[in-house]
């Protein structure tokens, strides 16, 4: 890794553990932990979040299609859309953090995309303005939600029939799972959720089963990734494609 990149994480490592969430909103909390973060943030995390390629290559998006990426910070998923960017109407980029939305702002420009917007907006109220989507996803970001439960509704609700949601995120599973599903230890359950709470991010055993208790499963993947600078460490991590019935 060339010297710039280790400065860079060092960087982003040190906010990571010395900054100090401040703000009376959700949005204003976003804001204080990700804005020293900006410039850092893809590098840092395309060794982190595991999963999102993957996803976005799964999501069959129907011609002209409107897609709603909640949670989408810098906007890097559309990079991973490949040829499948040329074909949708529009994709909204929506995030409450300011800092991020200005560098997808930049990213949009940089590539002259115009079917691509940046929007600031909360995840359990945007609505697109063609009225309903035909995808929507939430990449990293649900475990970052407060009301987790009322996005998945919302998202729920200006899908179109048939309409795709893609999930992508950190997880911890049930003391009881399902059949068929993957088992956590108690040290799993138990520590990766107060690690990841320092950050507000707040791990959940509860994603899945409500994603499948609302839409019609297409695939569910559960795996678990490595964590930079932890070579001996792996965290869980899911991947939920479904659809909703018509």
């Known amino acids: 890794m060339p010297t710039s990149a280790r400065l860079d994480d060092l960087r982003t490592l040190w906010h990571l553990t010395t ?16 804005a020293p973060q900006q410039r850092t943030y893809d590098a840092f995390r395309a060794r982190m979040l595991h999963g999102r390629r993957e996803l976005l290559e799964s999501i069959e998006a129907p ?8 949670g989408a910070g810098t906007g890097e998923n559309a990079e991973h859309l490949n040829q499948a960017l040329a074909t949708i109407s529009m994709l909204y980029l929506v995030d409450l953090c300011p800092a991020l939305l200005t560098a997808a702002e930049e990213r949009i420009a940089n590539r002259a995309w115009s079917n691509v917007w940046a929007v600031c907006a909360d995840a359990t109220t945007f609505c697109p303005p063609e009225g309903q989507a035909d995808v929507v996803t939430f990449s990293y970001s649900l475990t970052m939600i407060p009301d987790w439960f009322r996005a998945i509704d919302h998202a729920y609700e200006i899908l179109r029939p ?13 003391k009881y799972p399902r059949p068929g599903s993957r088992q956590h230890v108690w ?26 208790s609302r839409f019609d499963t ?6 678990s990734g490595r964590i930079p600078y932890l070579p ?12 909703k019935p018509e």
Not at 63 to 70: C, E, G, S, T
Not at 162 to 174: A, E, K, N, Q, T
Request: proline letters at 5%.
């Open 19 to 34: 900054t100090r969430v401040r703000g009376e909103t959700h949005a204003e909390r976003l804001e204080s932990f990700y």
């Open 162 to 174: 048939g309409g795709l949601i893609g999930v992508v995120d950190f997880y911890v599973s049930r």
């Open 232 to 243: 001996l460490v792996r965290v869980p991590f899911y991947r939920f494609l479904g659809r």
């Open 187 to 212: 040290a799993t359950r138990t520590l990766w959720p107060a690690w990841f709470a320092c950050d507000n991010v707040h791990l959940s055993a509860d994603h899945v089963p409500m994603l499948e």
């Open 63 to 70: 011609p002209n299609a409107v897609w709603v990426d909640f």
């Open 218 to 223: 297409v695939s569910v993947v559960e795996e």
